[in-house]
Structures are given as structure tokens and as C-alpha cells.
């Protein structure tokens, strides 16, 4: 007989029994559709996974929670095609990974009406989805409508259909892994996954997120209720257990006391990412509860202090860090803070003298300029902003929001919190001003060959006045230079650029010289005192990987720190998988991963790495950018790192990507001398810091410079190379990490206007990559970042299981589904407690599971339907009776009630009709009486006159009357 036309609507489809047969690649939804010997085309779209929480892979079968449509279907569908075999029961199986499952057998009797409905519906379901890139790069999850081939095709949200190379796609994560707090969780690891899980989050205002051991923090750039000390105390009683920098900072603690080994909270990202602010926030945590007198007041008081004198606008940050630092807070046998220690690396010293337009200067410099008093401003000859040379140039005076006189306030009461005294602090800024009046004092050309002569105005006076020196000698040390040749010391005139370079050189020594004499006071004040224990947590807020169109000397110091730091990552990550697999009995030598060792000797190797190479040619007086450019090319032309390109440029390929620098500038930068005339010129001040700095410079050489008048001009070469001297910090600062447990931060930007709820996905994957997050992700893709108890693996997938393992141990209920589901041996390792798996294993398990989980909930869902209707139909015979016997009962009660008022109705009327019928006999009665009386008186008044007993008593006739 020929079956009869669809008719019916999509839920009696819903109720069908049926079983379907995938026949697409992985995930794809191609399947034809049985139906009472017919066939259909169509296409099946698997529900959501049941259990909303994400966090919970325990969520449970049957829940209810299932979306609705699961299998639909349409005529001739150039989508795709599904099967449903009737009363076959449900049995599922993937024909790509000859995964197979199975479901109860069906519940419901088969209907025989149904519909096929527009696929198009499916597009709008976030359902079956792959992540495709789009031609500007960004990458948009897209419901596959079927895949023929090579090719997919694919529906956008927005409604458009593409056809792309099925290769081009990577898989989507399952629903249940949107915005998991841990990207370890995602099943697959990609980049479109971590971008979507992060700004999933991102939205709702969850900036913290794990990746594996790393922290990742997305900035803001608005206020979060995320901190203050209800969330303290919350995440120090672990009653809060999601990502936070209060949570790595905990376990920090946690960690020191109990293993006794010191602590560090590694935390990188670009500029503006939010790592001060992240440090800042650790340091409160730590304030808060390491407390114990002022000591955590002060630590928590110097970030003002550096934030003037280190920080600066940039185009990238308003409050940019243009140095590294490192704190570290020591705790006593107590747990509590008895002092701290902070250490700063590569300060942009360059800043001082210039900035870009639209950029500013030091804080400090407007901060001092703004809120200075009278008096100060008197003594320090202090005039505007827009009067200094230094300052005018970029033309950026002020910052939106940003009061510079109240912070000058802020800053004067932490140089007092950390006890720099009222004098010291007029001496600090006496060192402001003369740095900005040395960018005013101007040369005259004084011959032929463009020799100059330090002008005798303004800023010349007054540096000299500030700095307590002699004006003759500043102008001396400005326009020449003193030589010796042979036994006789010659004085050899500049040239303008000299001059004006020995001029800022001079101002850029100060600067830097006073930055470090601040922070070595500060140490002072933080000193760690008697209680020390040798135990702390360290604080490392260091710029992060930088690749700009124009890359130079600060760039390259900045990546080579990087690629320290990043080896330091990769050693730590490694080390502890290593450990837990060592631990569960797993072979971990199997697990590979990319070391920079080679960008890093590219970098070190001597006498032919970039660092020596420049140290060499800098010391050549010939050597120029140029031929320092020409000599790299020449020695490391064969290093896999090292890529030549034209001109004075070459690029390096880091770990974070390959960066192409110019060498335009390099060599001056590393020199960075200040000649012996100006440090001779700051001994001779007789106001105390120049002095401490110039013996602080003498110092900084690598051998002693012994009396500058008796050297030649090759004096300053002896003094350490910019890059050397910040080569052997990082060292020292490495081996000082390395004796300690890390904990790492990555902060990321997520859009360049610094504005709150702008994700700008090129811009967050570009960092991703730089600071490594996704090498996270690949180094876990290598090992085996997946891991589950056998518990929890044989609770979630053991209904998968054909037979029955009822009373089977989770070890061999976990071996078992491994075995069914012919999961290939170096894709697992079985631990003693644990399973570990490879990248995306436990996705093919949890899609498995879903469809069955699906089928299941589909029949679940079918059956709770008929249950209800045959339910809700003998509820509705019952609520009949039921009714109808309330009724008869009120009837009844109310019947009774009428019946007794009407009985009462009755007697009452009886009696007031008695009453009545009494009153009238009464009435009549008397009324009769009187009537009586009144004629037996007159038979007796007509008696008496007729027998003429006149004399009787009237009484006594009455009385005969009434008697007789
Ligand atoms: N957790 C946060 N909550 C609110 N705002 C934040 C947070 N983190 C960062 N910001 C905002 O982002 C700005 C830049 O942050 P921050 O100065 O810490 O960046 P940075 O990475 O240290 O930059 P740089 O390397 O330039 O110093 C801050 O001034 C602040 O406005």
C-alpha cells in the first residue's frame, strides 16, 4: 500500500522510534531516513548535551534538559539525508570511526503521520558547527549543512551559505564546553576555540581563565566586582574555586609553607594588557593576608612612587610601565610580610629627552609641574609644562581623567610612608627640574666647523643652580671634551650633534641614576629585618614579547628577555607533567615539544651570537648600524633562527613568531656612554646625589676607571654594554626564578582603544601566540593534557558499554570502553589512578556519547510524552468523578443548611403566630369582661329600682351579679 503524504507536524516526528546511520565525516550530519519501509531525505542534527554546567562532566543521563528537535528531515534535501529505521530500536554508529553505541529499544507505539520541515531552521541552532576562517582573518563558527567530498557546506550566522574545503575547518567544542573556566577542558584545541572560549567569557565579565598551569587575564578596562576583601577571605577559605589572580596568588602562599620552597608570580603580556594591575592585585592579596604591622602598607605604598617615576602615556597605555620590575615579599616563621625587595630592569631612559607626538614623558614631570607649592616652585625655578623643551615636543600635556596635582599629593605621601625625608625629597626633585632645564639650554656655532659653545641663558644657570655646580664647568663639560694624547691632555671642542648628545646624554644619566636611588631607598625602607626566614614570593611584572612594524634595540632586549623567561615556562610546564606522569607510572619521554634553545643561542653563543656580535662591532669607533647589520648576515646567515633581509635589517625567529628588526640606532643605544667630562662634572656638585650618581656610574664599568684626566678617550668602552649588563641581570634574575616555584600569568589586551567590551579577535590572537598561550595549548596537544580518574571515566561513558558491566572494577570497566571504542594505544596511557589522553580522544568519546546520550533522550522524552497524555487522561476522568462528587457533597451540604433554616423559619413562625392568635383571644376575652360588667351593672342598677332594694349595698348586688 502506498504510504500517505506528511502531513503531521514536527513533534509526531519527535515520537518516532527511529535509529539513524551517520555517513558523514566525524561529526557530519549526512544520513538517510527510514520510515515504514520508506525512505527520506534529510538530515540529523544532534541535540545539546544534557547537564548545563559547564564545569560538570558529570552531568547525568535523562536529564532534562535536552534541546527538542534531534532528527528532522526534508524531501529531496540538498543537505543531506537521514535515515530512521522503524522499530528497529536505537542503535547508533559512526561509520567514520566505526564507533558504535546503543539505546534502549523503542518505548512507543510507531505513528504514522509526519512532516518534513525546512532545514533551514538548523542553521539558526547552534548545533553541529566547525569553525571556518573568513578572508579577513577572523574565524566564525558555522553550522555544517553537509559534506560532500572535499567540500562543506556551511551556514554563517548571519544566514549566508559557503562552500568551503572540508580540510580548511577545525571541529567545534561541544556545548557543554562553552566558557569553560580551564582551556585544558576544550576537547579540541585550537585557535578559534580558545579566541571563542575566552571572549565567552570576556562578556560576561570573566576575565580569568586557566590554560593548564597558566592563568590567563583578560583586561577589562572597567571596574569588575572581582576583588575587595569579601572575595579575600572567599578565595582564602576556598569557597570560590574560579581562575583569579587571588587564587595562583593563595596557592602561592599555600605552596611556600608547605613545601618551604619560595614562590614566584611570573606575569607578562603587551603593553596595556594589565600587568601592573595584576601585580598590584597579587600584592593586595598578599598585604592582606600576610599582614602583620605597617610593613604591607608601605610595600603596597611604593607602586605610586614607581608608577610617577617609571610610568609614562604611551600610545598603547596612559599609565604605561617602561620598565620591568621584580618584587619580592619576604614572610616571617609566622607567614606574616617582614619586608620586601624590588629590583627594576632596562628603564627607557630615550623617554626623558624625547617622545612621540602624542605621548608624555615620566609622570613625575607634570605630576611636579601641576602640584608643586609656591615655595617649590620658587626654589626649584619651575615653570610650565609647555615651557620645557623635553616635555613640549610630543604635545601631549595632560591625560583624560588623570588629576597630575593630586597624584604629585599621592606620591609626596608615599615618599614619606617609606621615610625619604623632607630634604632628600627636595633634593629628588631639584633632580626633575635640572633634567628638564637641561633640555632648554641651547649652543651657539662658534666657527667653521660647526663647533659649538654652551649658551650662558636660562637653562644653563639654572642647572647649574639646581645641580650645585659650577656654571663654567657645565658649559665646559657640554662643548668639549677633554683627550690625552701622549703625556698631554688636549681639549678637543664639539660639534652641535655632540653637544646636544652629551646634553641629553647628561639629562638621561640623571634620570635613570635617580630612578635607581629611589629604589635603593625604598629597598631601605622595606628592609627585611631580623624575623627574615629566607622564605617569598617573588612578583615579576616584565614587558611582554613585542613585534611592531619597526622593531629595535628596546624590542630585541625585550624578546631576549622574553625567550629567557619563555624557556624558563617550558621547563616548569615540562617538569611538572613530568612529575604527574612519573607519579601515575606514564611514559613520559613519548611527549616532545619545541625548545628555543636555538633562538636563544642565536642570541648568547660566543663570539658568534647577535648579543656578541653587537658588544663587538659597538666597540669599534669605525663601526656603524650598518656594518654591524652586514656582520650578522655574514656569521649567522646558516642559523635556522637568524633570517637576513635587505638593508641594515634581519628578523629572528622566535618562539612567539618571527620579528624583523632594524639595526638603525643599535650601536649608540648599547654604548649609552656618558662621557668622563660629565661624570667628572657630577662628582664635582656639591649637592649630594650627583655625586652618588656619578660615583654610581663610575661603578657600573667593568674594569675601575681610574681618573678620567688621564685617559684617553677610549675610556668609556670599558664601561659594560647596554645588552651585557642586562644579559647578566636577567641571568642573575633566572637563578634566582629557577630556585623557585612559578606560577604564570599572561595578560591580554583585547582591543587597542582601551575601551570595556571591544574584542577584537586579530589582536587577541596575535598575543595568544606572543605570549604563548597557544604554545600552552600546543605543548599540551604533545603530551597528554586529558586526564580522568578511572571513577569518573567509567561513571560517564560506561553506559556506552555493549556488555554488561555491572560488577566490574572502574579499571576494567575504563580498559573496556578504551577497547569497544578501538581507541589507538599512543593515543592513552592508562596511569595507576588516571587515564591520560591525547588532544581531542575525549572529544570522539563525549560526541559519541552525546548522540547516544541524544537517542536516548529522544526516546526518554518520547515515552515521558505518551506517559503524560495517558497520565493526564485518566487524571482527567478522575478530576470528573471528583468534581462531581464535590459538587453532590456542597449540593448536599448546602441543602442541609436550607432545611435547618427553614425548620427554624417555621417554629418561628409558629410561635409568633401563637403569640398573636393568644393576643387577640386576650383582647376579645377582656374586652368581653367589660361588656359583661358594663350590662350586669345596668340589670342590677334596673333590678335594684324595681323591687326597691334601694338600701342594698351596691357591692353586695355586684357581688350577687358575679357570683350567681
Ligand atoms: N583587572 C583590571 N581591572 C580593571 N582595569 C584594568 C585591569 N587591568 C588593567 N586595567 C586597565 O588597563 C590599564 C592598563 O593596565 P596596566 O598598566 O596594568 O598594563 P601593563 O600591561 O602593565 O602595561 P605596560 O606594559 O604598558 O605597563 C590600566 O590602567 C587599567 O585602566
Known amino acids: 500500500m502506498e504510504k500517505p503524504p506528511p502531513t503531521a507536524s514536527f513533534q509526531s ?4 522510534p527511529v535509529s539513524f546511520r551517520y555517513a558523514g565525516t566525524g561529526s557530519s550530519s549526512e544520513a538517510e531516513i527510514h520510515y515504514n519501509g520508506v525512505t527520506r531525505n534529510g538530515v540529523v542534527m544532534p541535540s ?21 528537535s534531534s532528527v528532522r528531515g526534508i524531501d529531496d534535501s540538498p543537505y543531506g539525508k537521514v ?25 512507543l507505539p510507531t505513528r504514522t503521520e509526519y512532516k518534513w520541515e525546512d532545514t533551514s531552521a538548523y542553521a539558526a541552532k547552534k548545533k553541529h558547527q566547525s569553525w571556518v576562517q ?19 557546506l556551511l551556514s554563517l550566522p548571519e544566514g549566508k551559505v559557503i562552500r568551503v574545503n572540508t580540510e580548511s575547518l577545525l571541529p567545534a567544542n561541544p556545548d557543554i564546553l562553552d566558557g569553560v573556566d580551564d582551556l585544558m577542558q576544550l576537547s579540541y584545541l585550537s585557535e578559534p576555540s580558545v579566541l571563542y572560549n575566552l571572549r565567552h567569557r570576556y562578556e560576561q565579565n570573566l576575565i580569568y581563565t586557566k590554560a593548564g598551569p597558566v592563568l590567563v587575564a583578560v583586561n577589562p578596562f572597567k571596574e569588575v566586582s572581582l576583588y575587595g576583601s569579601d572575595y579575600i577571605q572567599a578565595y582564602r577559605r576556598k569557597s570560590i574555586g574560579s581562575p583569579h589572580v587571588y587564587a595562583i596568588t593563595d596557592t602561592a602562599i599555600r605552596e611556600m609553607i608547605r613545601d618551604e620552597v619560595n614562590q614566584s608570580i611570573i606575569i607578562s603580556g603587551e603593553s596595556g594588557a594589565g600587568k601592573t594591575e595584576t601585580a598590584k592585585i597579587a600584592m593586595q592579596y598578599l598585604a592582606a593576608l600576610g599582614g602583620g604591622g605597617g610593613i604591607e602598607y608601605e610595600i603596597l605604598k611604593t607602586n605610586p612612587i614607581l608608577e610617577a617615576f617609571g610610568n609614562a602615556r604611551t600610545s598603547r597605555n596612559d599609565n604605561s610601565s617602561r620598565f620591568g620590575k621584580l618584587i619580592e615579599i619576604h614572610f616571617s616563621e609566622t607567614g606574616k610580610i617582614c619586608g620586601a625587595n624590588i629590583q627594576t630592569f632596562l628603564l627607557e631612559k630615550s623617554r626623558v629627552v624625547q617622545c612621540v607626538k602624542g605621548e608624555r614623558s615620566y609622570h613625575i614631570f607634570y605630576q611636579l609641574c601641576a602640584g608643586a607649592s609656591p615655595e617649590l616652585r620658587e626654589k626649584l625655578r619651575l615653570k610650565s609644562v609647555a615651557e620645557y623643551n623635553y616635555l613640549r615636543h610630543s604635545g601631549c600635556y595632560s591625560i583624560n581623567g588623570v588629576d597630575d596635582a593630586e597624584h604629585f599629593r599621592i606620591v609626596l605621601e608615599a615618599l614619606d610612608t617609606v621615610h625619604i625625608s623632607k630634604e632628600d625629597q627636595e633634593n629628588v626633585f631639584a633632580m626633575l627640574s635640572a633634567v628638564l632645564w637641561f633640555g632648554n639650554i641651547s649652543f651657539t656655532v662658534i666657527d667653521n666647523e660647526n663647533h659649538v659653545e654652551a649658551d650662558l641663558n636660562e637653562g ?24 690625552k694624547v701622549g703625556n698631554d691632555t688636549i681639549v678637543q671642542k664639539l660639534t652641535l650633534p655632540q653637544a646636544i648628545d652629551a646634553r641629553d646624554a647628561l639629562a638621561k644619566s640623571i634620570y635613570a641614576c635617580l630612578f635607581e636611588w629611589l629604589v635603593g631607598q625604598i629597598n631601605k625602607a622595606l628592609i627585611v629585618g631580623k624575623r627574615r626566614t629566607g622564605r617569598s614570593i617573588s612578583i615579576l611584572d616584565i614587558y611582554g614579547f613585542e613585534s611592531f612594524e619597526r622593531n ?26 613530568q612529575e604527574e606522569y612519573i607519579n601515575d607510572g606514564i611514559d613520559w619521554a613519548r611527549v616532545e615539544f619545541d625548545d628555543n634553545h636555538e633562538c636563544l643561542n642565536l642570541f648568547e653563543k660566543k663570539p658568534l651570537g647577535l648579543i656578541s656580535l653587537l658588544d663587538e662591532e659597538s666597540t669599534f669607533p669605525n663601526g656603524t648600524d650598518l656594518s654591524f647589520a652586514n656582520k650578522l648576515k655574514q656569521h649567522l646567515k646558516s642559523n635556522y633562527c637568524f633570517k637576513a633581509e635587505r638593508g641594515q635589517a634581519f628578523s629572528v625567529r622566535h618562539f612567539a613568531g618571527e620579528v624583523t628588526y632594524n639595526t638603525a640606532g643599535f650601536l649608540e643605544k648599547n654604548r649609552d656612554f656618558l662621557h668622563l667630562d660629565s661624570i667628572e662634572l657630577l662628582a664635582s656638585c656639591t649637592c649630594h646625589l650627583p655625586q652618588i650618581f656619578a660615583a654610581s656610574m663610575l661603578t657600573q664599568s667593568e674594569k675601575p676607571v681610574v681618573g678620567p684626566l688621564h685617559k684617553s678617550g677610549g675610556a668609556e668602552s670599558q664601561r659594560l654594554s647596554v645588552i651585557t649588563k642586562f644579559k647578566g641581570e636577567l641571568f642573575q634574575l633566572m637563578q634566582r626564578l629557577e630556585t623557585t616555584t612559578p606560577h604564570f600569568i599572561r595578560c591580554i589586551k583585547p582591543n587597542s582603544v582601551q575601551s570595556p567590551g571591544v574584542y577584537e579577535q586579530g589582536l587577541v590572537l596575535q598575543q595568544l601566540r606572543c605570549c604563548g598561550v597557544l604554545e600552552v595549548v600546543r605543548i599540551s596537544r604533545s603530551g597528554f593534557p586529558t586526564r580522568m ?23 576494567s570497566v575504563s580498559v573496556a570502553i578504551l577497547h569497544q571504542f578501538n581507541i589507538l594505544p599512543e593515543m592513552y596511557q592508562v596511569g595507576y589512578t588516571k587515564l591520560f589522553f591525547r588532544t581531542g580522544q575525549i572529544g570522539v568519546l563525549e560526541d559519541t556519547r552525546n548522540r547516544t546520550l541524544h537517542g536516548i533522550l529522544r526516546l526518554q522524552s518520547c515515552f515521558r510524552g505518551y506517559k503524560s497524555r495517558s497520565l493526564l487522561k485518566e487524571l482527567k476522568r478522575g478530576i470528573a468523578t471528583i468534581q462531581s462528587f464535590i459538587r453532590g457533597e456542597n449540593a448536599r451540604k448546602e441543602f442541609a443548611v436550607l432545611l435547618q433554616k427553614h425548620r427554624a423559619a417555621v417554629v418561628i413562625q409558629k410561635h409568633i403566630k401563637g403569640r398573636i392568635v393568644k393576643k387577640r383571644y386576650m383582647n376579645s376575652y377582656h374586652a368581653s369582661l367589660v361588656v359583661q360588667s358594663v350590662i350586669r351593672g345596668w340589670l342590677v342598677r334596673r333590678c335594684s329600682g324595681n323591687i326597691g332594694l334601694l338600701n342594698f349595698g351596691g357591692r353586695k348586688v355586684h357581688n350577687l351579679f358575679h357570683y350567681g
Open 48 to 68: 545539546n548535551a544534557p547537564g548545563g554546567d559547564n564545569n560538570d562532566l558529570q552531568s547525568e543521563i535523562g536529564s532534562d534538559d535536552s534541546q527538542s
Open 460 to 483: 644653563l644657570s639654572t642647572v647649574a643652580e639646581l645641580i650645585r655646580c659650577d656654571v663654567a664647568a657645565l658649559q665646559s663639560a657640554l662643548s668639549t671634551r677633554k683627550m
Open 789 to 811: 580518574t578511572h571513577q569518573k571515566f567509567a561513571r560517564r561513558y560506561g553506559f556506552l558499554l555493549l556488555e554488561n558491566a555491572a560488577n566490574q572494577d572502574p579499571l
Open 134 to 152: 573568513l578572508s579577513n582573518g577572523d574565524w566564525e563558527l558555522a553550522t555544517i549543512l553537509t559534506t560532500s567530498g572535499t567540500e562543506t
Open 13 to 16: 516526528i519527535k515520537s518516532l
Open 552 to 577: 629595535s634595540f628596546e624590542q630585541f632586549c625585550i624578546n631576549f628577555a622574553n625567550e629567557r623567561l619563555q624557556q624558563h615556562f617550558n621547563r616548569h610546564l615540562f617538569k611538572l607533567e
Open 83 to 107: 535515515e530512521l529505521i522503524e522499530d528497529e530500536g536505537v542503535s547508533t554508529e559512526d561509520e567514520d570511526t566505526g564507533i558504535t553505541g546503543y539505546t534502549p529499544a523503542p518505548l
